[in-house]
Structure formats: structure tokens, C-alpha cells
């Protein structure tokens, strides 16, 4: 019944604005979400609106989503990988740290493989660097309606429901976007 809710949807555009506010409000109440097409295209248009200098830092665990490395680049900006504990996945404090550098714009952490990363070490590195902004791709790490909405101080929290993923849609995005003038202006 809701794949055929789903797909009696996709023709009836002129509600889609409705639904996508209705969505928002169930995934949040900091009215602080968007529906997208996907965590890429989401990813993408808020880093056009960061509009971040050619060359740019932006420290990512070492294990990540290629294509995001891609929409990196394509940005004109430079990664720099972060080693993780293979055990655990969290990133590795010390490497992280080290990583960090004048050139730093943003810090892109992925949850893979169903684990949530403490954020902890991420925001104890920025204390230092407040112009630093904080990312977490949250495609893996969705478990259903447990409350996690990605940290409350990161500026960017990206989730996936396509059809590779335990908790689908099908395909489509949500993105909790902490600045206001950046969520209008993607």
C-alpha cells in the first residue's frame, strides 16, 4: 500500500509543496529540513551557497562516499582524510588535530555501515576555529524513528532513503540545514 501511495504521488505534483512540508515537520520540529532528490544533490547545493574559496580544506574521514569526494572537488576545494580506527570507525583524534590547518572550511564526517560516530571529537577540534563548518552524511546511519537526527551543532546532517538502504523510500533525501539563510537559499 505504500508503494502505491508512493508512486500515485509522483503524479499529483501540484501537492508536492504540501508534502514536502508535512515531511519536514515529521522529520523535525526545529524546522531546520528539506526534501531532496538526494544526499548528493543536497550536499551540492549547500556547498554553492557556502560558495567556499577556490582551494580550500575540507578534513573527511578517510573512508567515504566517492561521489562526495567528487562534488568535493568539483567545488574546487582539497580533502583532507582523516585516518579512522578500524575497530570502532571513529575518527582518530590525534589525526584530526593534525588535519586542521588555516585553510580549513569544513569538516565532513560519514556514518558507514549502520555506525554513528561520536561527534564529540569533532567539535572539541573546531573550538579553536569557529569559521570551521561541520558535515555528517548520515546516509548509513539511519535506524528508523529513533531520534537520531544527526548532532544539533553540526551545520549540515544529510539522510538517504534510496533503494539500497534498510529504511527506504525508494530514493529521495532529507537535509537539516542549522543556518537559515542557508537552508533558503538551497
Known sequence: GDLLAGCIACFRPWKAARLHQELAAQWNDADDTLPALSVRTAFDA???????PHGSEVVASGINIPDMARILEHHGLKIVPVDLDLETLELQTDTLDAAITSRTRLILVAHLFGARLSMEPVFAAIRKHPKIQVAEDCAQAFRGLDDYRGDPRSDLCL???????????????????KNPAQRTAV
Do not use: D, E, V, Y
Open 159 to 177: 539522510f538517504s532513503f534510496g533503494a539500497i538502504k534498510t529504511a527506504t523510500a525508494l530514493g529521495g533525501a532529507l537535509a537539516r540545514i
Open 46 to 52: 549547500w556547498l554553492t551557497t557556502l560558495n567556499l
